[in-house]
């Protein structure tokens, strides 16, 4: 089992939805979750990071976080056709002492007008 | 202020070929990440610095890989004897702490190509 999954997609959302990302981990004591997005050709660039239970919003984007059942998400509100990239979920392992991130395979999102 | 700056953006070179690539984190931030997107691949962690020490060398693929950091800021990853393999995207990261809930800012990578 890998440590973060998500699925790989593409998740295709209509301009102007709710494009709804998952991500689920493995290490039951993980305290930081992060959500980057990579665009083709580039490098990630952080959108969210939330590490306590609940929901944390900024701008269009929520994050939300369920330490129980070990799994993070990621809604993008009124999706634009520059929400279009690869979303990376990383996770912060309680098992590391020296704070590297473990990566999903990341999720495509594509926006279609 | 200045992100992370890595150079170059973008390496060519013979299968046999040593290569250096460089990490210039954000000023003051004191953990340094390298990690590897190879094609199709997600990011695979190589080596962290704390300071100009490396406690963490577990993701260096193989002794062809080494790191240095000096002065607590810019960082050199060398990879000596190229393979078709270590063809990829190089990432350098830094963070103002190591631990909880520091993010970590990527720099724009080196995109390296072996031959």
């Known amino acids: 089992q890998k440590e973060v999954e998500q699925n790989s997609g593409p998740l295709s959302v209509p301009e102007g939805a709710i494009a709804s990302l998952n991500c689920t981990y493995s290490?039951?004591?993980?305290?930081?979750f992060f959500w980057y997005r990579q665009y083709s050709g580039k490098s990630p660039e952080l959108i969210m990071f939330i590490y306590s239970n609940g929901d944390k919003e900024d701008g269009r984007f929520t994050a939300q976080l369920n330490k129980a059942s070990q799994y993070v998400s990621l809604l993008i509100r009124d999706s634009q056709p520059s929400d279009s990239a690869t979303y990376l979920c990383a996770v912060k392992l309680a098992t590391d002492s020296w704070g590297k991130l473990q990566f999903g395979a990341g999720t495509q999102v594509v926006v279609t007008p | 202020g200045a992100g992370v700056s890595q150079s170059p953006s973008n390496k060519v070179t013979e299968k046999g070929k040593d290569v250096e690539l460089r990490c210039d984190p954000i000023s003051g931030h004191t953990a340094l990440y390298w990690y590897r997107q190879s094609l199709g691949q997600g990011l695979e962690f190589l080596i962290y610095f704390q300071g100009n020490s490396a406690p963490d060398k577990s993701g260096l693929p193989s002794d062809r890989f080494s790191a240095e950091r000096t002065g607590g800021s810019v960082s050199t990853l060398t990879i000596q004897r190229t393979q078709q393999e270590d063809s990829a995207v190089y990432l350098c990261?830094?963070?103002?702490?190591?631990?909880?809930?520091?993010?970590?800012?990527f720099g724009d990578g080196t995109r390296l190509s072996i031959l």
């Open positions: 290490d039951r004591g993980s305290q930081s």
């Open positions: 990261a830094s963070s103002f702490r190591p631990r909880g809930t520091e993010p970590q800012h």
